[in-house]
T-cell receptor
Framework: EDKVVQSPLSLVVHEGDTVTLNCSYE??????LLWYKQEKKAPTFLFML??SGIEKKSGRLSSILDKKELFSILNITATQTGDSAVYLC??????????WGAGTKLIIKP | NAGVTQTPKFQVLKTGQSMTLQCAQD?????MSWYRQDPGMGLRLIHY???????DQGEVPNGYNVSRSTTEDFPLRLLSAAPSQTSVYFC????????????FGEGSWLTVV
């Protein structure tokens, strides 16, 4: 059975800290891996990763994929209170179905 | 451009009642889907559609029906509500081949008592 596992489930850090969120997957027909940020409402898209070893970067957020070890990480540097959210990882399979992880709840304390 | 519109935002139902969650998109997306999100479980696919007249079951379809008579609309019907269906429901649409352009509705919070 295809699955996506995120760790940790929750994380509390202080403003300014750097955090690393993990996403491992077992998906038979992998197409790409996606990261989303979810605050109080619907998820919003952050990154899509298709190739191993190529870092995607957007401001203080970056992500990389390892297709050999079947995982991805999402890094956030110099965290701010506005980064508090649930971060969701999902894998798109060859049938264009998204398989979602349970999410990591990130709390940034001022 | 309204994107994906879901209604209602909040609903309380009694066990056994039926209701329909409405979803409409104005982006001419071929692919639409319904998810439910429960604490600690991420998003789980209920039903999806790859185009008008075509629907298929996702991971957790029991207790729900869908139809896709037009490209724009994809309603989700709860046939006989149960407390286990208390959840947040998200409708989403996209061009089929592009997971990075999936658009979500704002969510519908449903409580079944």
């Amino acid at each position: 059975e295809d699955k996506v596992v995120q760790s940790p489930l929750s994380l509390v850090v202080h403003e300014g800290d750097t955090v690393t969120l993990n996403c491992s997957y077992e998906v038979t027909n992998f197409r790409s891996l996606l990261w989303y940020k979810q605050e109080k409402k619907a998820p919003t898209f952050l990154f899509m990763l298709t190739s191993s070893g190529i870092e995607k970067k957007s401001g203080r957020l970056s992500s990389i994929l390892d297709k050999k070890e079947l995982f991805s990480i999402l890094n956030i540097t110099a965290t701010q209170t506005g980064d508090s959210a649930v971060y969701l990882c999902a894998v798109l399979d060859s049938n264009y179905q998204l398989i979602w992880g349970a999410g990591t709840k990130l709390i940034i304390k001022p | 451009n309204a994107g994906v519109t879901q209604t209602p935002k909040f609903q309380v139902l009694k066990t056994g009642q039926s209701m329909t969650l409405q979803c409409a998109q104005d982006m001419n997306h071929e692919y639409m889907s319904w998810y439910r999100q429960d604490p600690g479980m991420g998003l789980r696919l209920i039903h999806y559609s790859v185009g008008a007249g075509i629907t298929d079951q996702g991971e957790v379809p029991n207790g729900y029906n869908v139809s896709r008579s037009t490209t724009e609309d994809f309603p989700l019907r709860l046939l006989s509500a149960a407390p286990s269906q208390t959840s947040v429901y998200f409708c989403a649409s996209s061009y089929r081949a592009a997971g990075n352009t999936i658009y979500f509705g704002e969510g519908s919070w449903l409580t079944v008592v």
